[in-house]
């Protein structure tokens, strides 16, 4: 029912910057908060940036807040991640997540998208 299409994830030097987007269908986008999450080799899954249904509100872990923007346009049915000055510890898969219904932020999310790899060079 409803899916989630990542892409945009690839290799990037240290401060450089690139853009991850998701696309959802088989719903009403508008509705969803959502979210990106990443897994880096050997860690646990961790919340990287949420945004609420119409983009009113957003969140970020500590680690990416001043160079993580996310952003989301209904008309599109996609959410974004902008990534700048990207570090080496940016490195992981970065997962694409939505949720149904109100919640903080940065739990309870409900689909997942397959992830995108983004590698940071130094």
């Known amino acids: 029912q409803v899916q989630l299409v990542e892409s945009g994830g690839g290799l990037v030097q240290a401060g450089e910057s690139l853009r991850l987007s998701c696309a959802a269908s088989?719903?009403?986008?508008?509705?969803?908060?959502m979210g990106w999450f990443r897994q880096a080799p050997g860690q646990e899954r961790k919340f990287v940036a949420g945004?609420?249904?119409?983009?009113?509100?957003?969140a970020y872990v500590d680690s990416v807040k001043g160079r993580f923007t996310i952003s989301r346009d209904n008309a599109k049915n996609t959410v974004y991640l902008h990534m700048n000055s990207v570090k080496p510890e940016d490195t992981a898969v970065y997962y694409c997540?939505?949720?149904?219904?109100?919640?903080?932020?940065?739990?309870?999310?409900?689909?997942w998208g397959q992830g995108t790899q983004v590698t940071v060079s130094s």
């Open positions: 997540a939505l949720r149904m219904g109100t919640a903080m932020l940065t739990i309870n999310y409900d689909h």
């Open positions: 088989g719903g009403t986008f508008s509705s969803y908060t």
């Open positions: 945004i609420s249904s119409r983009g009113g509100s957003t």
